[in-house]
């Protein structure tokens, strides 16, 4: 079973840059696939990107071209990198893992970290 913890939310200013981090421990990172989803009040949690256990990537149309989704399987850590942030990406942002495969579906991954607020000002 593995264990997850976000950081490096906070508070950012429309167009400005955050970078988070996810990482793992127990269980065995290079089978897992790791992905990203948040959820803003009163929304339900969407998918944002996934990368699989050999750095393919995956985004949601929303985020496509701002962020940047990437392991170290060194590390056991896995980071999305945004920029050009806007108000509407405003959420609580939680790394999610499963085994092998990716999927854009909240309900299929087991894992869940405990999340990181980001907050966009306008």
């Known amino acids: 079973q593995v264990q997850l913890v976000e950081s490096g939310g906070g508070l950012v200013q429309t167009g400005g840059s955050l970078r988070l981090s996810c990482s793992a421990s127990?269980?065995?990172?290079?089978?897992?696939?790791m992905g990203w989803f948040r959820q803003a009040p009163g929304k339900e949690r969407e998918f944002v990107a996934h990368?699989?256990?050999?750095?393919?990537?995956v985004y949601a149309d929303s985020v496509k071209d701002r962020f940047t989704i990437s392991r170290d399987n060194a590390k056991n850590t896995v980071y999305l990198q945004m920029n050009s942030l806007k108000p509407e990406d405003t959420a609580v942002y939680y790394c999610?893992?499963?085994?092998?495969?990716?999927?854009?579906?909240?309900?299929?991954?087991?894992?869940w970290g405990q999340g990181t607020q980001v907050t966009v000002s306008s």
């Open positions: 990368v699989s256990r050999r750095g393919s990537a």
């Open positions: 127990g269980g065995t990172f290079t089978t897992y696939v």
């Open positions: 999610a893992a499963r085994y092998w495969y990716g999927s854009t579906n909240a309900q299929e991954y087991a894992y």
